[in-house]
């Protein structure tokens, strides 16, 4: 499991598979959270503003990263 820093809290879902390089464009992290295909704590998350704080960790495809506070 990769971690994750982020300097504040919240931050939008889609955002951080952006700039995480999760995905590609944030279009494209936009569609796989509209296709159901990103789950935060266990959970499909289909919000693309869904607020991410510390401790949440984030699943797509085979990636699963852990958001700290850094």
Do not use: C, H
């Not at 300097?7 to 936009?30: D, H, N, R, W």
């Amino acid at each position: 499991m990769r971690v994750v820093e982020i300097t504040e809290e919240p931050v939008e879902l889609y955002k951080i598979l952006k700039f995480e390089g999760i995905v590609e464009s944030g279009g494209q992290a936009k569609a796989v959270i509209d296709d159901g295909l990103v789950s935060v704590n266990g959970e499909v998350e289909t919000r693309k503003r869904k607020k991410i704080v510390s401790g949440d960790v984030i699943k797509y495809t085979d990636i699963e990263v852990k958001v700290v506070l850094k």
